[in-house]
């Protein structure tokens, strides 16, 4: 016999059947590992044993004992504050320069967007051989202009600017983020602001910037999202930079030169896989996780954000 349901119960059944694919993606890629992290963190648990409970134990390891969380933690804020504002900032003007050009875009596009395209893995090894102090054609190219080039990745205080310009190197994908909102700005509003005799800094500022800043603010929350997470192009940076090789079965030691360049997920991946210490590296993905969450928090509210406050 059949059950006869109101239209109400039948347009919430209906209404869930549409959101399925998404509740399951989520309650299975996010709602599911997001809980067991939480529950491993209060957990020791070495992925051979059952894990047994040990409280806040792993939390506390983590905030006072573990010696490489402080410098990695420090190392990975700084990339996000720096990294992104510049890639912010580079991307947005290489976007400008392409729209203003008159002739020859379609390579300048090309030129600029192409290093985007090139392997992390391939363009890291790549710039670091560029970057040599030793036998790198930049350094080279520096010394006959009479400046003494850095140790880049050798050096701890230039090990993290060296990173910072091998993002720039690949900015191709905010630039045509950025060019696509450009172009999108209404020309009717830059006409105006011409009549009303505005210049170059003063269209920008009041036409070009209010239209494109949730483009700007979907790129630096999506920045910083990246960066929390940055681990491959710092890990062989610093590999390659030692000059130690890279093989089946050896196990590597990131964060070369004195843990300039170890990050939080590298520690993540140090603790969880290399030393089976899964509670500490729940813990350490928790941090990033939270410290994610705020930023992003803080940039989408209106007034104090990216965002404009509605009236």
């Known amino acids: ?16 059947g ?43 390891y983590v ?7 402080g410098p990695a933690l420090w190392n ?10 510049l890639r912010v900032v580079f991307g947005l003007s290489l976007g400008l320069l392409v729209t203003k050009i008159k002739t020859g875009v379609g390579f300048f596009r090309t030129a600029f967007y192409l290093p985007y395209l090139a392997p992390p893995v391939a363009a890291t090894v790549a710039f670091v051989f560029l970057l040599n102090p030793g036998t790198g054609p930049v350094n080279e190219v520096l010394s006959k202009i009479g400046i003494d080039g850095p140790n880049w990745f050798n050096d701890p205080t230039w090990a993290k600017p060296s990173l910072v310009l091998l ?3 690949g900015i191709g994908d905010l630039m045509v983020i950025f060019m696509a909102a450009l172009l999108d700005v209404p020309k009717e509003q830059y006409e105006a602001a011409d009549l009303d005799g505005a210049g170059a ?11 494109i800043t949730p483009i700007v603010m979907f ?14 192009q710092a890990l062989v940076a610093g590999k390659i930079a030692s000059g130690v090789s890279i093989g089946p079965g050896s196990v590597i030691q990131p964060g070369y030169p004195d843990h300039s360049t ?23 993905s928790l941090v990033l996780f939270a410290i994610a969450m705020a930023v992003t928090m803080l940039l989408m509210r209106k007034r104090s954000g990216l965002l404009a406050a509605e009236d």
């Open 219 to 232: 790129a630096v929350v999506t920045g910083v999202v990246q960066t929390m997470q940055y681990y491959t």
């Open 201 to 211: 800094f003063a269209k920008f500022r009041y036409v070009t910037w209010p239209s």
């Open 18 to 60: 549409f959101l399925s694919p998404w509740l399951i993606g989520f309650s299975v890629f996010f709602a599911y590992p997001l809980l067991a992290t939480v529950y491993f963190s209060f957990m020791h648990y070495n992925q051979i044993k059952a894990p047994t409970f040990v409280g806040l134990r792993n939390w506390k």
């Open 63 to 69: 905030f006072q004992d573990m010696p490489l969380f």
């Open 167 to 169: 993002s720039l190197w």
């Open 262 to 284: 170890l990050t939080v997920p590298q520690l993540v991946y140090s603790m969880g896989f290399q030393n089976f210490n899964t509670g500490a590296a729940c813990v350490l």
């Open 76 to 85: 990975t804020l700084w990339l996000v504050v720096v990294m992104v504002a």
């Open 1 to 16: 016999m059949a059950i006869a349901l109101s239209r109400p119960a039948r347009r919430r059944l209906r209404t869930l």
